[in-house]
Every structure is written in structure tokens, then in C-alpha cells.
């Protein structure tokens, strides 16, 4: 999500074209998964998951369509606080990812759930620091896990889809403490909903919202849950 002008301009000329290649992209996106046979049950109304892989904007749009999901923001993780801004990050020397911050109802949504749409649809968990025309450590994919039993369900999840080899390559996913998030600037708070029209947008992430509701309708809302209305 680099904004390169050089990218933008191949993205603004791929527009007509834009048909054919979300049929292609969403083709990609469109298995269901096995679920995490380790997904232990929270009752608490709220419990928080920060997840990277790839831009924010993508990320942030796929989970704000998930039934039981109450915020999504979009920021950095993995690095210090005082490299948690954009112009910093795009260098991909912070230790930042691109992350989004899913605060959801455990009740509704187990967050082996979450993971089950995070490595389905929402990016390509098999891709090392980089996803579709992005690359960078700063769009790794990784779970940054907010306590010890999320770090446990997330390695226990992985190893289970690698060795029934779901995907063709291995997960390059990473799983680590979360030691901080760090919001985003505003302007690419719901990005992708105040921008449907974008190249970026159509190309790379509308595509997962179409596979989201294709592949998992039970767990698809139509109103997504925008940061500018909490």
C-alpha cells in the first residue's frame, strides 16, 4: 500500500480491466478452511485480536464485515511507539507491520474463527514480506497475540492447516506477543469504504470482501462496522 506514483498509474490504467482480474483474485479466495480444532471458548463479552498481512486498508475492510466484530482500527504493530506513523513504516525498517486491531464479542466469534477468515480470505498466509503488489516486512503476515492462550490457539492453528498441507505452500505467518498497537492516521481509518472506487481498492481488496461473503455467509454482514461510527 506504498502509494508510489509509478504504481498508481499502472493501477489507474488497469481499471478497465477490472472485471476480469476480481474474477481471477476472488477464484484465489473462494476455499473454505478447516476450522482450529484447538479454539478454547472465552466467556467474556470482549476480547481483542491484532492481526497483519498486508495493507491495512484490506484488512481493515474484510473484518469490519464480520458478524460479532465491534471495532476495527488500522496501525502499526511490532515496532516502538515513536516509529508507529506511515511516513516511518513505508521504509520497512521500523519492525512495524501494517495491523489492524479487531475488537470483537468472543461470544459471537472465537478468535479461531477470526484466524479461520484471516487465512482463507483476508491475505495469503503462504507469501514472505509481501502480499499482491506490496512488499516489505511491513506487510508480513503476522499475529500479534494479546494474551498467552491466543499465541497457543494461533501456532497450534497453523501447524494443523501445514500438515494437512490446505495450502500449496507453506504458512509463513509469524505468532508474537504483542507488545503494542499503534493507531493509524485518520485518512486511512475505512479506507476502503470511503474509497470503493479506488484502483487499489477495486484490484486488491474488494475481491476479498466478495470471497468473505462467499465463502463464510454465516459469519458475512452487509453493514460493515465502521470506525467512524464508535
Known amino acids: 500500500m506504498n502509494l508510489k506514483p509509478i504504481y498508481i498509474l499502472a493501477a489507474a490504467a488497469c481499471v478497465a480491466l477490472a472485471t476480469p482480474l476480481l474474477s481471477s483474485h476472488a477464484r484465489d479466495l473462494n476455499a473454505a478452511i478447516p476450522a482450529a480444532a484447538a479454539d478454547p471458548a472465552n466467556p467474556a463479552t470482549r476480547e481483542v485480536a491484532v492481526l497483519a498481512g498486508g495493507c491495512f486498508w484490506g484488512l481493515q475492510g474484510v473484518f469490519e464485515h464480520v458478524k460479532g466484530v465491534t471495532k476495527v482500527v488500522a496501525g502499526y504493530s511490532g515496532g516502538d511507539k515513536k516509529t508507529g506513523s506511515y511516513e516511518l513504516v513505508s521504509d520497512g525498517n521500523t519492525g512495524h507491520a501494517e495491523s489492524v486491531q479487531i475488537t470483537f464479542d468472543p461470544r459471537r466469534v472465537t478468535f479461531g474463527q477470526l484466524l479461520r477468515i484471516y487465512f482463507s480470505v483476508a491475505h495469503d498466509p503462504t507469501e514472505l514480506n509481501r502480499q499482491g503488489p506490496d512488499e516489505g516486512t511491513q506487510y508480513r503476515s503476522e499475529i500479534f497475540a494479546a494474551s498467552p492462550l ?81
Open 150 to 230: 491466543q499465541e497457543q490457539t494461533a501456532k497450534a492453528y497453523i501447524a494443523q492447516l501445514d500438515s494437512a498441507h490446505v495450502f500449496p505452500a507453506a504458512i509463513a505467518t509469524k505468532v508474537e506477543s504483542l507488545k503494542g498497537f499503534y493507531a493509524a492516521e485518520d485518512y486511512h481509518q475505512d479506507y476502503l469504504v470511503r474509497n470503493p472506487r479506488a484502483a487499489y481498492i477495486v484490484i486488491n481488496d474488494l475481491p476479498k470482501i466478495a470471497a468473505l461473503k462467499r465463502v463464510w455467509p454465516d459469519f458475512y454482514r452487509e453493514r460493515p462496522v465502521l470506525l467512524a461510527d464508535n
